[in-house]
């Protein structure tokens, strides 16, 4: 029988946390089987979306970070100790929220990479010692997650020869280097398969997204950046997939809905049906392409960083959230965005990437050489 799950929402009006709450009310539809209980609800700045989902849930605490302060997020998670916390956050703000959900003992249904990306090897090591679970919500990582289940194997790297990260394309897969140098905000914020909030859009757009997933990949399952692949699919009908050592591919295919890792997240380790539609094979094709990492050079950046390995990939994350928000706010060329990525990863980022004071400082110094370089920039207004 399952059991009733406490749920934390993080960033429960973004896309994750609106996806969570429909899934968690469609099993309140069912009154004889209400299998989870929101306890804990937070958003940024969206003041009114919050109030509405209170009323939705009278019995849930609610925190408006950017009023009631971060610290007031933690002492409830610490306080009401859910079962499960749907960290949906955007950006490195969502790292102290994945730690004070492990140190309370709740299970981590994770889309904020960042969590992983900043600050892997703690969070990992954390986790094991609070015996808690942590289960990706990235569609990607979801797909591993799931599919390495049906792996029956002590060692994954000599059962999984590499794990293959799908990835649309975003909107600018088929112009050229030229023709993104003079892409709009507009444009960027036009993704073809996913509806996803502005940042992550972007970094979908430049590829970044990916290439945090490409780090995000190494850490979650224990394997080397160099069996870490990345497919073009531009349909996101696949996505991810497995290439076991005997050459044989396992795909996990679902319809771009990010309902179905949200579901998947919740009612885990239990595999329970849905509502949500299904593919349908009547007229459906698929197709997939080698991506360019010279048009796109945020994903060879997130290799090096992920080989490099200590606090590079913090750096990396850090530079990127600059240049995509100056991006966002005009200041920039989109082009611009791994150069200003690139700029930073050339300083020393060596150190240790076990120590939260260590990387808390990498954040900082790193955003301070984005905003340096981008300043000195000689481009044009987008």
Request: with cysteine; charged share 20%.
């Amino acid at each position: 029988m399952f059991k009733k799950k406490r749920i934390a929402v993080l960033g429960a009006t973004g896309s994750i946390g609106r996806s969570s709450i429909d899934i968690i009310s469609r099993s309140a539809g069912n009154k004889a089987n209400i299998n989870f209980e929101i306890v804990l609800l937070s958003a940024k700045s969206s003041c009114s979306q919050l109030e509405e989902l209170s009323r939705q849930f009278p019995s849930a605490s609610c925190v408006l970070t950017e009023r009631d302060g971060m610290d007031k997020l933690l002492s409830l998670l610490a306080e009401l100790r859910p079962d499960i916390t749907i960290n949906g956050i955007a950006g490195a703000a969502g790292l102290q929220p994945s730690l004070a959900a492990i140190e309370s003992g709740s299970d981590l249904a994770l889309a904020n990479k960042e969590t992983i990306v900043m600050a892997g090897e703690l969070v990992m090591r954390s986790a094991k010692e609070k015996n808690i679970n942590i289960i990706p919500v990235d569609s990607e990582h979801s797909a591993i997650f799931q599919l390495l289940r049906r792996v029956e194997s002590k060692n994954i790297n000599e059962t999984v020869s590499e794990i293959i990260l799908t990835a649309s394309g975003g909107p600018f897969k088929n112009l050229s280097f030229n023709e993104m140098e003079k892409a709009t905000v507009k444009e960027a914020l036009c993704h073809p398969t996913w509806n996803m909030g502005p940042k992550i859009t972007i970094d979908s757009a430049s590829m970044a997204n990916k290439g945090l997933e490409i780090i995000e990949a190494c850490c979650l399952f224990n394997l080397s950046p160099d069996k870490i692949k990345v497919v073009i699919h531009p349909q996101s009908i696949i996505h991810s997939m497995i290439r076991l050592c005997n050459g044989v591919i396992y795909a996990q295919m679902s319809k771009p809905d990010m309902r179905h890792p949200v579901h998947d997240a919740l009612y885990w380790p239990d595999t329970v049906p849905s509502s949500l539609e299904p593919i349908n094979f009547d007229s459906l094709s698929l197709e997939f392409h080698k991506p360019d990492i010279e048009k796109f050079p945020m994903l060879s950046l997130a290799w090096t960083s992920a080989k490099k390995g200590g606090l590079y990939p913090c750096a990396y994350n850090a530079a990127n959230e600059i240049a995509a928000a100056a991006f966002l706010s005009e200041k920039i060329k989109f082009t611009d965005i791994p150069r200003i990525t690139e700029h930073v990863l050339k300083s020393d980022w060596t150190g240790d990437c076990m120590s939260l004071e260590a990387i808390m400082q990498t954040d900082t110094d790193a955003r301070k050489k984005a905003k340096s370089f981008l300043n000195r920039l000689n481009t044009c207004v987008v």
